[in-house]
């Protein structure tokens, strides 16, 4: 029985041991060199023999090292792993409080308030933790990802993770996906982890990062280039020489938010910042079985001498150009630069008053970003000035705050004004109990979070936020309003003398003590799980057990109500949005109430309802799915392009399926929500021609036909019967495999699994 969940350099060398033999074959085959994403994902393989390896197309099985989840994502995954009927997970698995935990007067009293709230939720995963085998980390340790690093990851490392920004590990040369919770329980029930091969996009870095300009402005000016989108099944592999002048926290900056054009993964090549950092966190035994394999963790020697030849695109970016950007609002693709700002929000229309700055998150709350703001505070404290405006901070892990504690970065920073939050998502997530506005407030915030989709962060459509450098936050603060350049603005001195602020520089970017070492708020797996009992209350309005999802019935599909055609951005925000909504994460039933509901009517241009087709009236989504449901009738929704980007959320698939829906039709899909809908058993189709989406009409009912003989690569027709009695025929494709048209026939992957 394995109790450890940890990376021990054992473990480790056995990886590398594994990859080695893996990478060997591949070679073989493919007769070429590999970059190093490949090397990653080629040795993890689950069968390098004979897998069909085509970028872009053929759907691969790989054998993930370690899986890790966060609490709001994680008590679905759990609930799923349940139905399993599995004794133990087949990998290495960590649950992370850190989401549920809402931000409002600061950290000590928000945990305790926390802990009251969330007692149910934090029950039921540390007592399915203990039972399981699965390591535990409490509210108040640390945010998923910077634990992750911190504690597990290494050059190398293959993971999935239950929370989209899971590629934050790249930033140690982990090649980290975020996935479903349906996902995840595959690996931990010892499936492989079958994913389309994605095609791989070499980012060429050269000069050094100068002045204001920091790690968080590669990924922002990339995001502005490449949209959203931009990313969709490609992995980002970052080299060349400017990425040996980013520290390893820097990289994982850039990493996280590649999840934001929607990439399969962001990665580094091992380097010194990396070995750097294991040694700051206690563990320089790993940093030295990663020396031992340095050949596996970078690139051959002829793809860096002629990237062009082995990447499916490059892009060069010389960091000595780079300027500081903020993105936003309410989409992290709208780029602009600190020096365009204020006539960038000028001609958009956007408020000009910003009323707070919110630092820190998983994204960056590394010792280097607190280092190099609190040089700015310094500065601002030498000038006997304050911040304008409330700053917040949210430190990544406690072992993050106990080290700017004991180094005085955090007293420096309060000194300013800066309010530190629990080390949690707060904010980040909607976890904002923000007093004192009223719903509709106009406001700006800056953020150096990483979404900023509207209301992510405190729930208020009227918030604007703008994202940008832990530094451009703070600079910001300093102003209160867009309409200057914090960076070149004079500020007025306590003796009434102005001053400037100035390019922090460098800073440490790893503690010389190294960080505080500190678990006391992790669980650790025991050795005798047997009379553990896995705590769930049958009234909780919280946590309920699954049953199983009901098998296709072996026919087509007629006479499906449509009910939601989504007009644009269709994000899994606006499907199962979070806030409030996260206490119902582990109730299927009670979190659909929210189900679309951010979701814009096409016919209206609203969001939040639609005709009911039983009744005419007009209603929330999930009450017509109810009386659908009631009336033993079932529905479609019809979603316009990269339907289901953002959030690896299942929810946003198990409510639909839950609440009656069999079908997504769309223009196109973002990866992870598309596989999700697989998963419960939901057709993902998208529209032969993408012009059909306007040939759905608001009362159409939709027959869908070709599902008796569904095969890969075979195509769906729909008709679409119109309320004037008229009939339109379209065609619609798919793309199940095989295994993934076993899954819809039975329900649902959990479905097929169980047998
Ligand atoms: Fe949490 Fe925000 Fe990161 S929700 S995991 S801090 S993206």
């Known amino acids: 029985m394995n109790t450890s969940v940890d990376s021990t350099p054992a473990f480790i060398e056995a990886t590398y041991k594994k990859m080695d033999a893996n990478i060997a074959t591949v070679r073989k085959r493919m007769g070429r060199a590999l970059t190093y994403g490949e090397k990653v994902l080629y040795g993890h393989l689950d069968n390098a023999d004979d897998a069909e390896l085509v970028a872009g197309s053929s759907y691969i099985k790989t054998r993930p090292d370690r899986v890790a989840l966060q609490d709001a994502t994680a008590q679905m995954a759990v609930l799923q792993f349940m139905l399993a009927d599995k004794n133990e997970a087949a990998v290495p698995v960590t649950v992370h409080c850190d989401h549920l935990i809402r931000a409002q007067k600061g950290a000590e009293s928000d945990l305790n308030i926390a802990r009251i709230e969330n007692r149910e939720v934090y029950d039921f995963l540390s007592s399915a933790s203990q039972r399981y085998g699965f390591g535990c980390w409490m509210p108040g340790a640390g945010i998923i990802h910077q634990v992750v690093i911190e504690q597990y990851g290494f050059p190398g490392l293959m993971m999935l993770g239950t929370d989209s920004h899971t590629p934050h590990a790249g930033g140690l040369g982990a090649f980290a996906s975020g996935v479903g919770g349906a996902d995840a329980v595959d690996v931990m029930v010892g499936l492989p982890w079958e994913v389309l091969h994605p095609k791989f996009i070499g980012v060429h870095l050269t000069g050094e990062l100068q002045g204001w300009a920091a790690p968080k402005d590669v990924i922002l000016n990339l995001l502005g280039k490449l949209t959203c989108s931009g990313g969709t099944n490609r992995v980002f592999e970052y080299f060349g020489p400017g990425a040996d002048t980013i520290s390893c926290t820097g990289k994982a900056t850039i990493c996280n938010m590649g999840a934001e054009f929607g990439a399969t993964t962001s990665t580094f090549p091992y380097d010194e910042h990396m070995a750097t950092f294991l040694a700051a966190c206690n563990r320089e035994d790993v940093a030295q079985v990663a020396?031992?394999?340095?050949?596996?963790?970078?690139?051959?020697?002829?793809?860096?001498?002629?990237?062009?030849?082995?990447?499916?695109?490059?892009?060069?970016?010389?960091?000595?150009?780079?300027?500081?950007?903020?993105?936003?609002?309410?989409?992290?693709?709208?780029?602009?630069?600190?020096?365009?700002?204020?006539?960038?929000?000028?001609?958009?229309?956007?408020?000009?008053?910003?009323?707070?700055?919110?630092?820190?998150?998983?994204?960056?709350?590394?010792?280097?970003?607190?280092?190099?703001?609190?040089?700015?505070?310094?500065?601002?404290?030498?000038?006997?000035?304050?911040?304008?405006?409330?700053?917040?901070?949210?430190?990544?892990?406690?072992?993050?705050?106990?080290?700017?504690?004991?180094?005085?970065?955090?007293?420096?920073?309060?000194?300013?004004?800066?309010?530190?939050?629990?080390?949690?998502?707060?904010?980040?997530?909607?976890?904002?109990?923000?007093?004192?506005?009223?719903?509709?407030?106009?406001?700006?915030?800056?953020?150096?979070?990483?979404?900023?989709?509207?209301?992510?962060?405190?729930?208020?459509?009227?918030t604007s936020a703008f994202i940008g450098s832990p530094e451009t936050c703070l600079a910001y603060a300093m102003t209160g309003s867009f309409t200057v350049n914090p960076f070149t603005t004079e500020y007025t001195a306590a003796d009434g003398s102005t001053f400037t602020l100035t390019p922090p520089g460098k800073v440490d970017e790893t503690p010389r003590l190294k960080l505080v070492r500190d678990d006391k708020g992790f669980l650790a797996p025991i050795d005798d799980r047997t009379n553990i009992t896995v705590q769930v209350s049958p009234d909780s309005e919280r946590l309920s057990l699954l049953t199983p999802f009901d098998r296709w019935n072996g026919k087509d599909f007629t006479g499906l109500h449509l009910l939601l055609k989504a007009k644009g951005k269709c994000t899994t925000d606006h499907i199962s949005p979070a806030g409030p909504w996260l206490r119902f994460r582990g109730h299927l039933d009670n979190i659909s109430g929210n189900m679309f509901s951010g979701a814009v009517n096409a016919f209206t241009g609203e969001p939040g309802n639609a005709r009911n087709q039983l009744t005419g009236e007009l209603q929330e989504y999930n009450t017509i799915a109810r009386e659908y449901t009631a009336a033993g009738e079932n529905w479609v929704v019809v979603g316009d392009t990269n339907y289901g980007e953002g959030s690896s959320r299942e929810h946003a698939a198990m409510c639909p399926r839950h609440m009656g829906g069999r079908a997504v039709i769309t223009r196109s899909f973002a990866r992870i929500h598309e596989t999700n809908l697989k998963k419960q058993g939901i057709l993902p189709l998208t529209f032969a021609d993408a012009a059909d989406y306007d040939l759905v009409q608001e009362g159409d009912t939709i027959d869908l036909t070709g599902i008796t003989e569904i095969k890969p690569g075979s195509t769906i027709t729909a008709r679409l019967n119109h309320d004037d009695g008229t009939t339109s025929e379209i065609t619609l494709n798919h793309s199940l495999n095989e295994e993934q048209i076993d899954w819809f026939k039975a329900g649902s992957a959990l479905n097929f699994l169980r047998g």
């Open 291 to 462: 020396d031992k394999y340095k050949h596996l963790l970078r690139a051959d020697d002829e793809v860096l001498a002629n990237p062009e030849n082995y990447f499916d695109q490059v892009i060069e970016l010389d960091l000595s150009t780079l300027e500081p950007h903020l993105v936003g609002p309410h989409s992290p693709d709208r780029a602009c630069t600190v020096a365009n700002m204020t006539q960038y929000v000028k001609d958009g229309g956007h408020p000009e008053n910003i009323t707070y700055a919110l630092v820190g998150s998983c994204t960056n709350s590394s010792y280097e970003d607190m280092g190099r703001i609190t040089v700015m505070a310094e500065q601002i404290a030498a000038h006997g000035a304050k911040l304008k405006i409330p700053m917040l901070i949210t430190p990544g892990s406690e072992q993050i705050r106990a080290t700017i504690e004991r180094d005085g970065q955090l007293a420096k920073l309060e000194a300013i004004g800066a309010t530190l939050l629990a080390n949690a998502c707060g904010p980040c997530i909607g976890q904002w109990n923000r007093e004192g506005i009223e719903e509709g407030f106009r406001n700006s915030i800056v953020t150096s979070y990483n979404r900023n989709f509207p209301k992510r962060n405190d729930g208020n459509s009227g």
